[in-house]
């Protein structure tokens, strides 16, 4: 199998360790603040990365699971006035029973149903959400959450952390024999079932895999918040995410974890730009698409790492 | 002994066109046949029916005394019998071991606690040893075949079913293919079910035919039998003496 | 009962309008076009600006507003989607990105108030003791035109019949010498010009904003899931399915209830026929 090397390990680390530092060194709520979000992102990517870019099957509404995690963090801590620490439990099992719903039927068809479908219900919960206002909170979403931990840094640390378990779980899978199956349904399905691969299953776990990850930082990003809103559904949360894959390097799951704190970075220093900030969002990713097929971070990691493996 | 594979009145139509006519035959353990036909008899058809890539439209299927004929394809590879495909499908983008690799997770392999172990030895076994770091895609269209088989033999099958695996290769390559199934059907105690086109590559191979056109079985038996069956020789080159009659 | 009738009938001719150009250009060039949405929101405003800012008669404005679509269709089929096409997932990037880029253009433009479009028809009928607005009516005639003309046109004569060729089989089409090129932008002209109908009809009753065009587009998916991708019966059918079961239940229930009906039908179709109505055929 594709062994982790020194270096990848090496590199790893430095990642953290900036990250971690970095608030320490700048000290600054607002930097703090950025960086969690930049992290929660990390997650939703590599989450995203590990079913749709392994198994090249596009999931086109990843908010899907990131909203209900965040939502079930609402309802539980805000609503029911639950202990919060049970938010990130449950919004994985919620995320996960979400991934079931739409994966079962879809994943077993060939052509865009799959994405189709998983676009749709995102979208359709998203207006659920404002429909049923009495329950929801509507446009305002739900608010008054309690924080996981005592100060904003700490709290950092925390979603860095689990950036990090997540990170390296996924690559793990995806460097594992179970990675390389999912590899394998991305080339031909045909000849995973002449070898005796139940393609179905697979492609349901990992989706299933997937979605655990997106909720809990779904319900990460709630306790951050303090308040989720129905926008947390929106397309522009799936695509946003999906962009950020992209520039990683499709398939490489660390890539698109560097890609998603860059680009969000990048998206806090375009807040100049007002509402110009998605077109240059959207125009990039059109460059990409035409320029860098195979993306950024991941293709540039492995051409600076070349000579020293 | 009882039949390891029984073909009932298997039958396939795509709207008007019967590709596939109440065809019937059982296999044993041990047998290597071949399924002959010109283009367009349906062999392939029939190949995609028995593995479960298309259901028919009538009939029944029998392997080791179950039904299968409602089974998903991998279900079939993993009640034992496999297939190889006429167009090789390798993996692209991984190398000749992740290739074999894959199959080696089925659950028929999983009695394999070494699977890289039993991935290289495949190799090895259909003449791809220590090439394990290549990449597919530089592979010549001999060695896919070989790729293939030993994809298929990583599920530990009863039955192999080989897709006209000649296809498209030189008489010295095919001549070294044809030792390398001969060998699997002795060593490895393999069924074999075969399709080809070329009356030739046949003879030496196989102990009996079952001869197909336009979707139906026309004769079964042994190979010398065979060629000299009228309808055989009038599916395959009746139309060259009508020719030459009109001429 | 009978305004269940006429609005049932309204709403699945606009929804049928949407879908069928969808369906087409999926089924066609294996486009699944996740901008279609946007082309009915660019019809909407096209036909705002022509009427409100230009001051075009509306009856110039309307075929001069499909027009303008049509050609942004084929401009984005051309030089954003063709070099992609070996990617399916490059092709629904890049449809996508052009959907967000058209809404955020909107945005900026325009703004996110509503915008107003005049009424072909102001008066109102009243059929059967029912009052139905004229431009709801307009709307439903035209989308039964629209379809029936589209029917004929894939029927009954030779570029229709490439088009046929080429969605069932593209590369026999290429050899029979049939340009498949220039099918794909013909039928993303069609496509875009019918959704953008759609829009204009629409805009009089309905508002218009930048993110109008996103849940007819999700309507849309909904649809051709029902009815089966490419298929052009299958998708009026459940246009018709769709657009009476949202009626009825907006009548039944309460509008807030309708968007519960599409996500339901797509369940349900996956459940129990993956394929969609179509193979009922």
């Known amino acids: 199998m594709r062994q982790l090397s020194l270096i990848d390990i090496a590199g790893g680390l430095v990642v953290i360790a900036i990250l971690a530092l970095a608030p320490v060194l700048i000290s600054s709520n607002y930097l703090t603040g950025v960086l969690t979000v930049c992290v929660i992102y990390g997650i939703w990517a590599a989450s995203w990365d590990f079913m749709s870019g392994l198994t090249g099957r596009e999931n086109f509404g990843h908010s899907l699971f990131i909203g209900t995690g965040a939502y079930t963090a609402g309802f539980l801590s805000s609503i029911w006035t639950a202990n919060p620490w049970y938010s990130l439990p449950l919004g994985v099992v919620v995320a996960v029973a979400f991934s079931i719903l739409v994966g079962f039927p879809t994943l077993r068809l060939r052509g865009p149903y799959f994405a189709l479908a998983m676009l749709s219900t995102s979208a359709i919960l998203q207006r659920l959400c404002l429909i049923f206002w009495e329950y929801t909170g509507g446009e305002e979403g739900i608010y008054g959450l309690d924080p996981l931990m005592k100060t904003p840094l700490y709290y950092y640390w925390f979603a860095l952390g689990i950036l990090a378990v997540t990170v390296i779980v996924l690559t793990l899978l995806a460097r594992s024999h179970w990675g390389l199956l999912l590899r394998a349904i991305r080339g031909d399905e045909a000849t995973c079932q002449a070898a005796g691969i139940n393609v179905t299953f697979y492609k349901i776990v990992s989706l299933m895999i997937s979605a655990g990850f997106a909720g809990l930082g779904g319900a990460l990003y709630a306790h951050y918040q303090l308040q989720v809103s129905p926008p947390l559904f929106s397309v522009v949360v799936s695509i946003t995410v999906i962009i950020m894959v992209y520039v990683g390097g499709i398939g490489s799951i660390y890539g698109a974890a560097v890609a998603a704190i860059l680009l969000t970075l990048l998206t806090e220093m375009l807040r100049g730009f007002g509402e110009y900030r998605l077109w240059i969002y959207t125009l990039t990713l059109m460059m990409i698409l035409f320029f860098l097929p195979n993306g950024l971070i991941a293709p540039l990691w492995r051409r600076m790492t070349e000579r020293l493996r | 002994m009882s039949d390891l594979l029984e073909v009932n009145g298997v039958t396939k139509r795509f709207g008007g066109l019967t590709a596939v006519k109440n065809a019937s035959f059982t296999l044993k353990k041990g047998d290597f046949t071949g399924i002959l036909g010109p283009n367009g008899a349906g062999k392939t058809t029939l190949f995609n029916i028995l593995t479960g890539f298309m259901p028919p439209t009538a009939g029944s299927i029998h392997f080791n005394g179950e039904l299968v004929r409602d089974l998903a394809p991998y279900q079939v590879v993993n009640r034992g019998m496999a297939r190889t495909f006429q167009l090789t499908r390798p993996f692209i983008g991984m190398n000749l071991l992740e290739n074999v690799l894959v199959a080696c997770m089925s659950p028929r392999a999983s009695q394999d606690k070494d699977k890289e172990a039993r991935a290289r030895h495949l190799l090895a076994q259909v003449g791809l040893g220590g090439r394990d770091k290549e990449p597919v895609e530089t592979l010549p269209y001999g060695d896919l075949r070989r790729l293939e088989i030993a994809r298929a033999l990583a599920t530990r099958p009863d039955l192999l079913l080989l897709d006209e695996p000649f296809a498209g290769l030189g008489s010295s390559e095919i001549e070294q293919l044809a030792q390398l199934i001969r060998r699997l059907h002795r060593e490895e105690n393999l069924t074999i079910l075969l399709i080809e086109h070329k009356l030739r590559e046949f003879m030496a191979l196989v102990s009996r035919v079952i001869a197909m056109n336009f979707g139906e079985i026309i004769a079964v038996g042994p190979p010398d039998e065979i060629v000299k069956n009228e309808k055989v020789i009038e599916a395959y080159i009746g139309k060259t003496e009508d020719s030459y009659a009109s001429a | ?281």
């Open chain 3, 1 to 281: 009962m009978l305004q269940i009738l006429i609005y049932g009938a309204v709403s699945s001719a606009i929804y049928a309008m949407l879908a069928v150009g969808f369906t087409l250009i999926f089924g066609v060039a294996r486009i699944l076009n996740l901008a279609h949405g946007s082309f009915y929101a660019l019809g909407a405003y096209s036909a705002y600006v022509l009427t409100s800012v230009l001051n075009v008669p509306l009856l110039i404005a309307a075929p001069l507003a499909v027009l303008i679509v049509a050609g942004f269709g084929v401009l984005m089929e051309r030089y954003l989607v063709r070099p992609l096409r070996a990617s399916q997932l490059a092709v629904l990037m890049i449809t996508l990105a052009v959907s967000l880029a058209v809404e955020q253009a909107l945005f900026i433009t325009f703004g996110s108030e509503y915008r107003n479009v005049p009424s072909f028809v102001a008066d109102k009928l009243t059929i059967g003791g029912v009052d139905i607005g004229g431009q709801r009516l307009l709307a439903l005639v035209m989308g039964v035109l629209v379809l029936l003309l589209l029917w004929l046109f894939i029927q009954r004569t030779r570029l229709g019949a490439a088009i046929l060729a080429v969605s069932q089989d593209p590369e026999a089409a290429q050899y029979m010498g049939i340009p498949t090129n220039r099918i794909f932008s013909i039928v993303m002209a069609i496509s875009a010009g019918t959704a953008a109908l759609a829009g204009i009809l629409v805009s009089p009753f309905l508002t218009v904003q930048p993110t109008m065009g996103l849940l007819p587009m999700v309507k849309a998916f909904a649809i051709v899931i029902v009815g089966g991708l490419g298929s052009i019966p299958g998708s009026i059918i459940a246009s018709l399915i769709l657009g009476y079961s949202e009626t009825i239940v907006a009548y039944l229930i309460s509008t807030s209830w309708t968007e519960l009906v599409s996500l339901v039908a797509v369940v349900v179709t996956l459940m129990i026929r993956p394929a969609g109505i179509r193979a009922a055929f």
